[in-house]
């Protein structure tokens, strides 16, 4: 066991609902602990700028059900660079700092994992994204959150969709990752879905559609990842316009409604173990790694891997999504 004095926490890159429940873990795993927490505002930012500050387990009191991170998130460009990641250290130096937090995406955890090299921090990933887009755990604290805010949208545009003789394309967050279009799409109903791991052309899709019977159908919603690689929902629709002229085509942006809100109970146990879990990876003189979920159980994954490669698309959920659309 190491004996760890003092710990940071911060969160950044894209925000995720339940990264204040992480941020609540953690301080107060530290706590539990007898390690002092230090709370960092605005990722990186905050740690080249030194806007550092002592917690206690009051500091967290009443955010474990907000969205958002009430610590601020940041994209920052000086770290990363050398010299950035150099200031960002004295800094830490000076704070006393035996280890670090960092809640936040690849990027963040490619900022972590270079700070530990250069500088020897003991540093720990905790996967917050809504993407679910990471290596290593099955599920990303804010995903199941932006799942069920896509779902009540979608039903909600369903219901005008159905009213009238509309074609719906619906785009959805995921620019290199379909999990958030196919797992929405196969729960609410959707009769096609687009995901950037496919390979579709428009063609392939006017076809399909055709194929399908559904010219003519009473009403239709395609859900498309952000990362689609035919061409997207504005071309979509101008091709679907074109073919099939019974059709009112109209597209919904869902955009950054997804990643607001409450999060759900699920990302709140979520990460309330993944704070205590990067605790007592600290503890357990861990470094560099990330800690996630794999079959229910707490896992760590290096961060160079996390950061790797994605999960795998499930094709047998691939095959659900098309036998349930007939
Ligand atoms: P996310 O963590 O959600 O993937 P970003 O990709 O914006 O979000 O990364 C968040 C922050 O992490 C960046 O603003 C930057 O400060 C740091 N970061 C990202 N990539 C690198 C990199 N290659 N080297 C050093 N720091 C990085």
Request: aromatic share 6%; hydrophobic share 40%; net charge negative.
């Amino acid at each position: 066991m190491t004996q760890l004095k003092r710990v940071g926490v911060l969160t950044s890159g894209g925000d995720a609902p339940g990264m204040n429940a992480a941020i609540r873990a953690t301080v107060r795993a530290c706590i539990y602990y007898g390690i002092e927490p230090v709370l960092i505002k605005e990722g990186y930012k905050g740690l080249i700028e030194n806007r550092m500050k002592s917690a206690d387990a009051r500091s967290v009191a009443n955010i474990l059900n907000l969205g958002g991170t009430f610590l601020k998130s940041a994209r920052c460009q000086e770290f990363r660079s050398k010299e950035g990641r150099a200031k960002a250290f004295e800094n830490i130096v000076t704070a006393e700092l035996d280890g670090l937090v960092v809640i936040g995406g690849d990027g963040s955890f490619t900022g972590a994992m270079l700070l530990q090299e250069e500088h020897g921090l003991p540093c720990i990933g905790v996967p917050g994204t809504i993407d679910n887009d990471i290596y290593g755990t099955d599920y990303t604290i804010g995903y199941d959150t932006a799942l069920n805010t896509v779902v009540e949208a979608i039903d909600k545009i369903r219901d005008t969709a159905s009213s009238h003789n509309r074609l719906f394309f619906i785009e959805v967050m995921g620019r290199d990752a379909g999990f958030i279009a196919l797992n929405t799409g196969i729960a609410s109903g959707a009769e096609d879905i687009l995901i950037p791991e496919q390979e579709k052309t428009i063609e392939n899709f006017m076809e399909s559609l055709q194929k399908s019977g559904r010219g003519g159908k009473s009403s239709s919603i395609i859900v498309v990842a952000e990362g689609d690689r035919s061409g997207g929902v504005f071309e979509l629709s101008r091709a679907v316009e074109e073919n099939f002229p019974e059709y009112e085509v109209k597209v919904t942006v869902l955009g950054h409604i997804q990643r607001g809100g409450k999060p759900t109970c699920f990302d709140r146990v979520l990460a309330s173990r993944l704070g205590v879990a990067a605790v007592e990876a600290l503890k357990n003189g861990d470094s560099g790694i990330m800690v996630g979920v794999r079959d229910q159980q707490v896992v760590k994954t290096p961060l160079d891997r996390a950061i790797s490669k994605h999960n795998q698309i499930d094709n047998h959920l691939m095959k659900v999504a098309q036998i349930v659309s007939l």
